[in-house]
């Protein structure tokens, strides 16, 4: 009868511990995808200009974190408009942040030496910061605010010049 008994709370036990195992198993392969309204996820990272940035300590108000690659043509695409869009919002406390998911470091370096980028870059070859945030695809681009919400997230290439675009910003500035 003990044995029984003890046979059964084994098998219970097993059952738990099955349970629980394919669970944190099944947790492990569900990609994370950010949102807005989400809180970003932290990161750290040393600019090309020797600047260390985190999603909480950006120097702004707004923070447009933006992944690319130089062998993206709608990334290439998408440069001289964040450029401007830099320019015309630097002064208010907005901050252009690119991280490159680049993994040849000469490639790199030269694509930026022949073309000129006006706001911070960085390179994460791992591409570590990218999928916290759920991003496979570039460009994509997270408006982070100083409260480390996300406030928008842009899948693709973006005229960032477009009247619309400024004025989603200037509203996200008011707020």
């Known amino acids: ?11 219970g036990l097993i059952v738990i511990c099955l349970a ?3 669970w944190v198993v099944a947790g492990t392969f569900r990609e994370r995808v950010v949102v807005a309204g989400d809180k ?3 990161f750290s990272i040393v600019t090309d200009s020797g600047h260390t940035i985190t999603r909480s300590n950006f120097g702004g108000k707004l923070l447009v974190l933006n992944f ?3 062998w993206c ?5 998408e440069i001289p408009s964040l450029n401007e869009f830099q320019k015309r919002f630097a002064a208010d406390g907005v901050v252009v942040l690119g991280v490159s998911v680049d993994q040849n470091p000469r490639a790199y370096q030269n694509f930026l030496s022949r073309v000129n980028v006006a706001f911070l870059t960085a390179r994460d070859p791992e591409a570590k910061i990218s999928t916290e945030y759920g991003t ?13 919400r996300v406030v928008e997230k842009i899948i693709g290439a973006t005229n960032w010049t477009d009247e619309a675009m400024m004025t989603r910003v200037k509203a996200l500035l008011a707020s």
């Open 136 to 148: 496979f695809k570039y460009p994509e681009t997270y408006i982070i605010n100083r409260d480390g």
């Open 1 to 11: 009868m003990a044995s029984v008994k003890t046979e059964n709370v084994l098998r």
């Open 40 to 42: 970003a996820p932290d």
């Open 20 to 22: 629980v195992l394919v």
């Open 68 to 70: 690319w690659a130089t």
């Open 73 to 77: 043509p709608p990334c290439i695409e």
